[in-house]
């Protein structure tokens, strides 16, 4: 979890191929109106993000129920958004993908075909509520330190 441009996708791709667990990639499960509002360069409220969650919710639980290990790639932004992501699943793990703004404002602003505008993430940092139970993980590092940082504190 984090705020745009953190590595989410990155990180959760290369874990999720280490391991050999499914990969669920949050953006894939925004509605057109939602990948509208982006694109146009107007942050999210949490009524836009309410049944995006609730699909991310339900595929989480199926996955699970399939006997498939979930890698999710979301930004989960705030308490209740990772609250509605685990409701009534136990032993789900956050790992909270941490950078200051002018690292990752360097990094999303090289971005190119992503409909996440990079004039939106100062919304996101405002809108961002730190977890307090969660591995941090200092995205300054490259992707497989952090993976392999990963590995190590949850012992996969």
């Not at 995006?52 to 979930?70: E, I, M, Q, Y």
């Not at 200051?100 to 100062?122: C, E, P, V």
């Amino acid at each position: 979890m984090g705020v745009s441009g953190c590595g989410k996708s990155t990180v959760a791709a290369e874990l999720a191929e280490r391991l050999g667990w499914e990969l669920l990639e949050a953006d894939d499960f925004h509605p057109p109106e939602n990948i509208a509002k982006m694109k146009a360069g107007i942050p999210l409220n949490d009524a836009d993000r309410a049944p995006w969650l609730s699909a991310l919710h339900a595929k989480l639980v199926s996955t699970l129920k399939a006997g498939r290990h979930p890698v999710l790639a979301c930004s989960a932004l705030k308490a209740s958004y990772r609250q509605a992501l685990t409701r009534g699943l136990a032993g789900l793990q956050f790992v909270y993908l941490k950078g200051d703004y002018d690292l990752i404002w360097s990094r999303i602003s090289k971005r190119r075909g992503h409909f996440m505008q990079a004039d939106l993430l100062r919304s996101q940092f405002a809108a961002l509520e730190e977890p307090l139970e969660a591995l941090v993980v200092d995205v300054g590092q490259t992707p497989d330190e952090i993976v392999a940082q990963i590995v190590k504190a949850f012992r996969l």
